[in-house]
């Protein structure tokens, strides 16, 4: 059984940082690209990074987050600094075949909180 699994979630103060990590198991997913996406309140969920080939990340946490990979650990991480309240969300990883398409990420999260107070 497949499973992706995130910590490292919680609550923080504007300008300090939280490093998630998605650790997978049965499987290993080398090779294949791995995101995060976010989801806050009354909104539709967003990608945020990702990390296959290359790195992508949304414009609005570019210079801020950075994702990398672990693929002995099979495991994927983001490192979030400077956040601001608006990052405040519920904050997936995922596994798929493609890094900017949700729609071919298969494997998903049960999500962490990531909470910014001002």
């Known amino acids: 059984q497949v499973q992706l699994v995130e910590s490292g979630g919680g609550l923080v103060q504007a300008g300090g940082s939280l490093r998630l990590s998605c650790a997978a198991s049965?499987?290993?997913?080398?090779?294949?690209?791995m995101g995060w996406f976010r989801q806050a309140p009354g909104k539709e969920r967003e990608f945020v990074a990702g990390?296959?080939?290359?790195?992508r990340y949304a414009d609005s946490v570019k210079g801020r987050f950075t994702v990398s990979r672990d693929n002995e650990k099979n495991t994927v991480y983001l490192q979030m600094n400077t956040l601001a309240p608006e990052d405040t969300a519920v904050y997936y990883c995922?596994?798929?075949?493609?890094?900017?398409?949700?729609?071919?990420?298969?494997?998903w999260g049960q999500g962490t909180q990531v909470t910014v107070s001002s």
């Open positions: 995922a596994a798929g075949r493609s890094l900017l398409n949700e729609a071919l990420y298969t494997y």
């Open positions: 990390i296959g080939r290359t790195t």
């Open positions: 049965g499987r290993s997913f080398r090779g294949y690209p």
